[in-house]
């Protein structure tokens, strides 16, 4: 399931990736952003995968999407500098309940095709 959401997306996905990064580095307060540290490999990677999430969410219910695409923001704790630390649960509980969401329906159409309905 995962991997098909990935075969389908990365290719956005490694457009908006580095776009969403320098959009939070323009918030971030320090000058310099080291591309070949492991901190920022592990960062592109996290966004990446929850880029692919957000992208697929957009095609098939874009209010859902956006949502997922606005979660994002609280990650950094640089945009919402009042709320260190505090908001980026809400995106991963946000993420996670999308892909619950996924797997439901996915389990749903599959019983609903094995039971004959």
């Known amino acids: ?18 776009l969403f990064l320098l959009f939070v580095s323009f918030f971030n307060s320090s000058d310099e952003i080291r591309l070949f540290s492991t901190q920022f490999f592990i960062t592109f990677i996290m966004y990446f995968f929850m880029i692919i999430l957000a992208l697929d969410a957009l095609t098939n219910n874009k209010i859902i999407g956006v949502i997922l695409f606005l979660s994002l923001s609280f990650l950094p704790p640089s945009i919402f500098s009042d709320y260190k630390g505090q908001l980026f649960p809400v995106t ?6 999308y892909l619950l ?17």
Do not use: C, D
């Open 92 to 97: 991963y509980l946000i993420f996670i309940t």
């Open 101 to 117: 969401y996924i797997s439901g329906i996915t389990m749903f159409k599959n019983w609903k095709k094995n039971a004959g309905i």
């Open 1 to 18: 399931m995962f991997a098909s959401l990935v075969k389908t997306n990365y290719k956005n996905a490694l457009i908006v990736t580095p």
